[in-house]
């Protein structure tokens, strides 16, 4: 089986190569260390930059060059860059989903080695979970730079103007209930906000752990895909009814962003979504609502806790020439050094989330982020990438199946699902289409035999 997924990751390369053309960075420049990074453009890979000059500082014998592009760009260049082992990126992000497959294809190099002998790295620290899910047949392929589970968002003033209370543990169908006494179209106020955009980044992410917490899955330990089980139709059924009932208007085409404009500007009631947005909800420069938002665990069904689990990582491919000098960065770049440098020159709320236990007990970021650091830590720490549901599973992941077939399937299914929210057709149709997808990928991709 691991033969196949590796000539089908060759194979993806390869059409990569042939899209991309001759696409590059450019050359290396001469004179000392030069170590090129490549990260997805967002903020906090910004920041980084903003702040390196602090690192050459301290390494003036190593030189930095940041190339910065779109999440599905740089999945796409770094892919070309390992595949024909042109060796121009030093350092790469990439997200949990990533870690174990491009490590079974050896593109990644081993780092707890280097760790371990890093004076003051203190491996023992990073977040326990978030470790788990860069950690490959025992050996840690990548360094947290942040990371984030999901737990739910709600309107505490709106709670106790209608007599609500949030359970310290929900479940959804309590959430159910509270969505149909608070929404209120005639305000313009939903009772809840979800993803129902296409993509296995956007819907799928929070209705895979609803699909868990329900007792569903995609495939059990012999790659027999279960999408037309009945607990994973039920999951999707109450999916799809509560975001038709009581969600936002537009939902088929609300992703995360949507979804947090909707609550910071008082649009909707609850919202379950990602640890990450609660900056931006307390943030009064942006939030209309900051100060009124309380964070309560990810709800359950038939599981203790739910929840998923994603990390942006530093990682360096198997094809740099600089992994002396790209470690000396990443080490610094995801160390409590640099966590603190971020609080002391960009502010305590620009620190980063959800990649040391450390971090949570800092008394600078507790204050800042008060109303939901606990909350955020718990959710993080709650995470079993091995054994996310009811079931065992023959990968590592929550809110995805770490294969490279999941790309395509992931895109396919939340399609369909997100056809079902718009009314276009029943949810059985759509998860019959699903099961015939996740069938197919499975037999492709040669899993099971």
Not at 76 to 83: F, L, S, W
Not at 128 to 139: E, I, K, Q, S, W
Not at 182 to 199: E, F, M, Q, V, Y
Not at 352 to 372: C, E, N, V, W
């Amino acid at each position: 089986m691991r033969r196949r997924r590796l000539a089908l990751l060759a194979a993806v390369a390869a059409l990569v190569v042939a899209a991309s053309g001759c696409a590059g960075v450019g050359g290396r420049g001469g004179g000392g260390t030069q170590v090129v990074v490549a990260m997805v453009a967002n903020p906090q890979m910004q920041d980084l930059e903003r702040l390196s000059g602090e690192f050459t500082r301290r390494h003036p014998e190593i030189s930095l060059k940041f190339v910065t592009l779109p999440e599905n760009e740089l999945r796409d260049r770094v892919t070309q860059d390992i595949a024909t082992n042109a060796g121009q990126y030093d350092v790469v992000t990439v997200g949990t989903y990533e870690v174990p497959i491009w490590a079974a294809n050896t593109w990644l190099t081993r780092v707890d080695g280097l760790a371990a002998r890093t004076p003051g790295y203190d491996v023992a620290d990073l977040i326990p979970p978030v470790r788990d899910a860069l950690t490959y047949r025992g050996g840690m392929y990548a360094v947290p730079f942040y990371g984030e589970s999901s737990f739910l968002m709600y309107r505490k003033d709106l709670f106790a103007r209608a007599g609500l209370t949030m359970p310290a543990r929900p479940t959804w169908q309590q959430v159910a209930s509270f969505a149909a006494r608070l929404d209120d179209p005639a305000k313009k106020l939903s009772g809840i906000c979800l993803r129902g955009l296409p993509g296995w980044g956007e819907v799928l992410a929070p209705l895979d752990t609803v699909i868990l917490t329900f007792g569903g899955r995609w495939y059990d330990e012999h790659w027999k895909a279960h999408l037309t089980d009945p607990a994973t139709v039920r999951a999707v059924k109450f999916y799809v009814d509560l975001v038709r009932k009581h969600g936002e208007p537009g939902a088929p085409s609300a992703g995360f962003s949507e979804c947090l404009t909707s609550l910071s500007q008082g649009n909707s009631a609850m919202w379950y979504d990602a640890t990450s947005a609660a900056g931006s909800l307390e943030d009064p420069n942006v939030s209309k609502v900051a100060g009124k938002i309380g964070y309560a665990p990810a709800p359950v069904v038939d599981t203790p806790r739910s929840g998923w689990l994603w990390a942006w990582s530093l990682a360096s491919p198997t094809t740099s020439r600089e992994k002396a000098a790209a470690w000396t960065f990443m080490s610094w770049a995801s160390s409590k050094e640099y966590v603190r440098l971020v609080g002391e020159k960009l502010g305590w709320a620009r620190v980063l989330p959800g990649s040391r236990l450390s971090t949570y007990a800092l008394p600078q970021y507790r204050k800042a982020a008060g109303a939901f650091a606990d909350q955020t830590l718990r959710s993080i720490q709650g995470v079993d990438v091995h054994r996310p549901g009811r079931y065992p599973q023959p990968w590592i992941g929550v809110q995805y199946v770490s294969i490279p077939e999941f790309q395509d399937l992931g895109t396919k299914v939340s399609q369909e699902i997100s056809a079902a929210i718009a009314g276009q057709q029943s949810v059985d149709d759509a998860m019959r289409k699903a099961q015939r997808y996740a069938e197919d990928a499975a037999a492709n991709g040669g899993y099971g035999s």
